[in-house]
């Protein structure tokens, strides 16, 4: 046989066992429900009908079915992300990047409707429910990492100019700048929030400038799982795991949580979601959009009230030990129209804590 | 359903190969016309009524073309045949791509406003309708006979491997090969490595720089580097893109044994425009230069008429690509600079090693932003912005980022537009194995995580 036509024999085989096998583990693969990685639910196989199939919206949704259970998916999107970053050099893959062993979201470019827009809901519920009351009403803005990584490297927006476009924009606020309280190590490394064992400082701070004293004084219980942030899932790069780890002192271990939207008393860390599809949703029961913490052991009979965001889950149980009760509302899942059939404003501490990101993207403020 | 995409590569194509080749010689014209039909139903199945509908009528102004020429029936010539075939087809071409670009172009004229009609345009028709065409015309011109048998020519006409990005296959091309091909182990090997190598064009390079381009358009933080970098990434995506699709749809040809014409031949390499377009898009330049620049008259005429043949052709030439003003002038942009090569410029730049390669490369860039503009308002600003007109910095923080962000994609795709590359593969066969192989597993990551991937031909 001639030696060019055994090569080619030797080409067709190789490369069409890989194509075979690639196909049979299409064809026998069983569906996936969730994307742990991504932290999404993954497409289903849509129903036929000849509307779907006239319109192309058949054949769409198949699309995304195929691609989103293809085999070995978390693989080739880590495949993809190591060639692109590695080989081409691309210097974010989805607009995320890695800088000094950090992950990190692009925030860019300075979205300033999105700022005014926050501001407006802000205004019409402090004009709403806070302006005639005797209540103290404060805002701190949280900075992404970003703004701890921020150089010439990589695009990110001018932070100074955000923080003062916000803070001017909610002027019937009283800020609690704290942008120089915190540093990078205290984030998590693969994902956007903060840890709350690093935020105690800040936690006091801002106790302090709404005029309560917390102790400091905390146990760090860290927990034996492994945290992959959402970067992680998102960049799909090789990364190691953050450590997570919670706060707890003799007061916090007596209060009483209480999840509006479930109607359920929950525990203020739930270790069981730690082992779950996101470990940061053991702070105050995830992505809920009413809570309150009772303090039994509170020296004061002062109220707090807080509008934020999945930063302030952590934020909110150190807050806490200074108030007989705090509530906590996130004003992306309960409409800010509701709020008044749920919270009685009156001789309260009211703090809007938010971050750059999410005042960056508001449109999921409602 | 495009090549480029999970459906297509790990569903649709392996049960069409399955199929195929379990087949007997006789039934697989049966079934790539299946397969054709259900791959161009996949996307638009309403329109695949018009398609069967070309076909019926494609076969049966075949068939009379045939019988008129040989005297059949005197009331019917051969050219009146032709005509009203050529009638219908364009018809039907114009209608369904160009009837709302007419009513737009009078109601800007006129003042009026006639409601657009929002007619979707079939996908491929711009291919389908010109190769229908070419098989009656080379009929007419007893290149060929009509094909008798309807599974035959339905399988030319609705082939998809070409039936959406080309190449333009002349009837005259693969006419022999419908009746009987093979396919030899050195076919399905190179078809193969085309196939993967067009795949990797379209989803490694061409959507990384399509990408490029979308962030651009979505920038508030524009420059004059910006702008030059814009028109550098869209004239390296189109023929990625374009190329790729043409190595696809060739190497899928191959595998199923049939030979497709060449569609692209390293046109950046190119001393000239006239040399560029011999290279570019060769499928459908020859198709104008045979079925309208010749039947012109072509250059055998006097000046004034050898000047209005090649305004008609690179008019039409420009308005195939799309149904807009920017595509007309992109035409007649290349019209007069090829008229202007031909009476004085070629001897020139014939004399030039590096000036001849920057000239086309520059008038590339500048034609291509005309091209990719929605708009003449657009693609007028574009070029101002272009030369440092439009109050814009000459560069911006975004630019710097994303010229090292892309910079190694810049640096691979203008080495991917040399030949040098197809040199080096053809001495490397082990290499050539692990690259091919490498290569549909990349591009299949890519696919999977949902990267960019447009599909520039719904306008075509």
Redesign the interface.
């Given at each position: 046989m001639e030696k060019s036509?055994k090569?080619?024999?030797?080409?067709?085989a190789?490369?069409?066992v890989?194509?075979?096998i690639?196909?049979a583990a299409?064809f026998l693969k069983p569906a996936g429900e969730y994307s742990l990685s991504e932290r999404r639910l993954l497409a289903q196989k849509p129903m036929f009908s000849w509307k779907s199939?006239?319109t192309?919206t058949y054949?769409a949704q198949?699309?995304e079915y195929?691609?989103d259970q293809?085999p070995f998916?978390d693989l080739?999107?880590a495949?993809?992300?190591n060639?692109s970053m590695h080989?081409?050099?691309?210097?974010?893959n989805h607009d995320i990047y890695v800088k000094d062993g950090y992950l990190c979201a692009m925030e860019y470019?300075m979205d300033e409707a999105s700022v005014e827009r926050a501001a407006s809901i802000f205004r019409n519920i402090y004009e709403k429910h806070l302006e005639e009351k005797e209540v103290s009403v404060y805002m701190s803005v949280i900075p992404d990492k970003s703004y701890y990584l921020a150089d010439?490297?990589?695009?990110s927006m001018d932070y100074s100019a955000f923080l003062e476009k916000t803070y001017s924009c909610a002027d019937f606020l009283t800020p609690i700048r704290i942008e120089d309280k915190l540093q990078l190590s205290d984030y998590y490394r693969t994902d956007t929030h903060w840890k709350q064992e690093e935020i105690t400082e800040t936690a006091a701070y801002i106790g302090k400038e709404m005029g309560v004293f917390l102790s400091g004084e905390y146990r760090v219980k860290t927990l034996d799982v492994p945290f992959y942030g959402v970067y992680a899932g998102q960049a799909?790069l090789m990364t190691k795991p953050d450590e997570i780890s919670y706060c707890s002192n003799g007061i916090l271990d007596e209060c009483i949580v209480y999840d509006y939207e479930n109607n359920v008393e929950i525990p203020l860390y739930d270790e069981s979601k730690a082992y779950g599809r996101d470990a940061y949703e053991m702070f105050l029961g995830g992505n809920i959009s009413l809570a309150t913490i009772e303090n039994p052991g509170a020296v004061s009979e002062k109220e707090l009230v807080v509008f934020g965001d999945s930063f302030s889950r952590s934020m909110v149980p150190l807050l806490a030990e200074g108030y007989r009760k705090t509530t906590l509302i996130d004003i992306r899942y309960l409409p800010s129209a509701y709020i008044g059939n749920y919270v009685t404003f009156e001789n309260q501490d009211v703090l809007f804590l938010y971050s750059t990101s999410v005042l960056n993207n508001s449109i999921t403020l409602k | 359903m495009v090549f480029s995409s999970i459906p297509f590569l790990y569903y649709f194509l392996p049960c069409v190969l399955l199929a195929y080749f379990l087949m007997p010689a006789k039934g697989r014209n049966g079934v790539l016309l299946v397969a054709s039909l259900a791959f161009y139903a996949w996307g638009e199945p309403v329109y695949i009524l018009l398609m069967l509908f070309s076909i019926l009528v494609g076969y049966v102004s075949g068939i009379l073309l045939e019988q008129s020429m040989e005297r059949k029936w005197k009331a019917i010539t051969p050219k009146a045949v032709l005509s009203g075939s050529i009638v219908i087809f364009t018809g039907l071409f114009i209608y369904f791509k160009y009837t709302d670009f007419f009513i737009r172009s009078f109601n800007a004229v006129t003042g009026t406003e006639i409601p657009l009609l929002h007619i979707v345009l079939p996908i491929g028709i711009s291919f389908y309708t010109f190769q229908i065409i070419s098989y009656l015309v080379d009929i007419y011109r007893r290149e060929t006979k009509a094909q008798r048998n309807i599974i035959s020519l339905a399988t030319y006409i609705a082939m998809f491997p070409q039936l959406i990005a080309g190449p333009i296959v002349r009837y005259t091309d693969i006419s022999g090969q419908l009746e009987n091909r093979k396919s030899t182990v050195a076919m399905l090997e190179s078809g193969i490595c085309r196939f993967i190598i067009g795949l990797s064009k379209k989803v490694l390079l061409a959507n990384e720089l399509g990408a490029l381009c979308e962030i651009f358009r979505a920038s508030g933080d524009k420059s004059v580097l910006y702008y030059w970098m814009y028109a550098a990434a869209f004239t390296l995506h189109i023929y990625f893109d374009f190329s790729g699709y043409s190595d696809m749809a060739i190497g899928l040809g191959r595998i199923l044994g049939f030979s497709f014409p060449e569609n692209f031949n390293y046109p950046y390499i190119s001393g000239s425009i006239t040399e560029f377009w011999r290279r570019w898009h060769m499928s459908l330049g020859t198709w104008f230069r045979d079925y309208l620049y010749i039947p012109l008259g072509g250059n055998r005429v006097s000046q004034v008429k050898w000047i209005r043949n090649i305004f008609i052709v690179w008019m039409f030439t420009g308005l195939w690509h799309g149904a807009s003003w920017n595509f007309v002038l992109w035409g007649l942009f290349f019209g007069v600079i090829l008229m202007i090569e031909k009476r004085w410029l070629l001897k020139i730049l014939d004399k030039t090693k590096v000036i001849k390669h920057l000239y086309v490369i520059f008038l590339l860039l500048i034609s291509f932003i005309i091209f990719n503009a929605s708009n003449m308002k657009e693609a007028w600003l574009d070029i101002r912005c272009m030369f440092g007109m439009g109050g814009i910095p000459v560069v911006s923080g975004e630019a710097l980022y994303y010229l090292k962000s892309y910079g190694v994609t810049f640096l691979v795709s203008m080495i991917g537009c040399l030949p040098v590359a197809k040199k080096f593969a053809g001495r490397w066969q082990i290499l050539k194995i692990a690259g091919v192989l490498l290569l549909l597993i990349l591009s299949t990551a890519y696919l999977v995580d949902g990267s960019f991937n447009p599909f520039l031909y719904f306008r075509f």
């Open positions: 036509t090569q080619k024999k030797w080409m067709i190789i490369v069409g890989t194509y075979i690639i196909v299409c199939m006239v192309g054949a198949m699309e195929v691609t293809f998916r080739l999107r495949c993809k992300a060639f080989i081409m050099q691309k210097k974010d470019p010439k490297t990589y695009l799909a | -």
